[in-house]
Structure formats: C-alpha cells, structure tokens
C-alpha cells in the first residue's frame, strides 16, 4: 500500500467552515497529489506537489489550497467550504521506481 | 484537458473473456495506465504501458497503440470479484504522475 494514510476518513461538516485534510507516507516519495472523485467525472485532479514547498494547481484546483512543509505530509485545505465539495479525496504519491501511483485509503468528505 | 473515453457499463459471465477499450488524445503522451476500483474503495495498479504492444499480466493484458490513441484492458476467466470499476489513466504533460482519468468502465460479472 505504499505506506500511505489519510486522516479524516471520514468527515461531515456545514457550508463556511473550514476543512484540513492530512496525507501521510512513509516511504519518502517525491511527488503526492490530491484527487478527487465524483459520480460522472471520475478522478480530477485537485494540486500537487514535487517537493517541500513545492506545490502546483491541477484541473479543479478552485477553492482549495495545500501546503507541504515536510516530505511525509501533503495537506489540503478548504478555506470555506461549500456543498459542491462533498465528494471523496483520495491522495496519492508517485513511484519512479515502479512507474505506478499509489492512492491511499480515501476521505469521505461532506458538507451540509 | 485531455479527454479520455471508455465506456460506461459492461456485463460479463464468469469464466468469459471481456475487453474494455480507452481512447485517448495523443498530444503529450507519457503513457497510459489502468487501475480496478472496488466499491468504496482506492483504486489499484493494475498495468502501465508506455510502448505500443501487449502486456500481459495473468489474467489481465493490457495493450496500447499510440498512433491510435487507443488501449484497451483484457480480462481473461472472469471470477466474481472482477466485478468493478476499471479506470483508464493517461500520464501527460511534464510533470511526473499527473494523470487525467477516464469515467471508468462499471464491470459486472454475473455467475
């Protein structure tokens, strides 16, 4: 599972209020990402890192922020959120070795 | 973007073979991956190729044409728990590991 761990796993909160969502990896990869799915659009990408401090905007990246201080922990923030946020979050890291992404557990994210 | 196209639903019977298809636009290409989702939960690794041919992995083959912007996932003697979702990713751009996912492909194995 390449050592990797998401926290909350699951979460319920209201429109406005902010959200930190945690990925943790063990294994000192380089490269994490943060997804997210919903029913007819599949997996979007949300940001991404390439190294501490070093963060990019993916395909959906409006609303979100993230933050990488330290090689193990990815971070995604929703500074407000809104309804249209509740979807389920799935970080991943990137494998040069094995050319694979690996996804972790996933957050099941809703905002009422 | 770049759109990626498998289609939505596909049944099958247990011990048949099925074939899901993925196109995808070819500008940019750094190769194209499959990943089974179960319900509620991540998606798995199943098969990465980067060159045009066939890969075959037990009872999964996955294979590619790049001229064609077109792969497709093989399922050999199908089981039960192949039942679901088969996501078709394609790495793109310059950045390591930034894919653009297909739908997925929602299989069902009846007995």
Redesign the interface.
């Given at each position: 599972d390449a050592g990797i761990t998401q926290s909350p796993r699951h979460k319920v909160t209201e429109t406005g209020t902010p959200v930190t969502l945690r990925c943790h990896q063990t294994e000192n990869h380089r490269?994490m990402?943060w997804y997210r799915q919903d029913p007819?659009?599949?997996?979007?990408?949300i940001h991404?890192s390439?190294g501490v401090k070093d963060t990019?905007k993916?395909?959906v990246s409006d609303g979100y922020s993230v933050s990488r201080s330290k090689t193990e922990d990815f971070l995604l923030t929703l500074e407000s959120a809104t309804s249209s946020q509740t979807s389920v979050y799935?970080c991943?890291i990137?494998s040069?070795d094995f050319?694979?992404?690996?996804?972790?557990?996933?957050t099941r994210l809703t905002v009422l | 973007g770049q759109n990626i196209d498998q289609p939505t639903e596909m049944t099958a019977t247990e011990g048949a073979i099925v074939q899901i298809n993925c196109t995808y636009q070819t500008s940019g290409f750094n190769g194209l991956f499959w990943y089974q989702q179960h319900a509620g939960e991540a998606p798995t690794f199943l098969s990465y190729n980067v060159l045009d041919g066939l890969e075959e992995k037990g009872r999964f083959s996955s294979f590619l044409s790049r001229s064609k912007g077109y792969s497709y996932l093989l399922l050999k003697e199908l089981q039960m728990k192949d039942s679901a979702s088969y996501l078709c990713a394609e790495a793109g751009g310059t950045s390591y590991g930034k894919l653009t996912f297909g739908q997925g492909t929602i299989l069902t194995v009846h007995p």
């Open positions: 490269y990402y007819g659009h599949g997996l979007r990408l991404y390439y990019d993916g395909e799935f991943a990137w040069g050319n694979e992404q690996f996804f972790g557990p996933g | -």
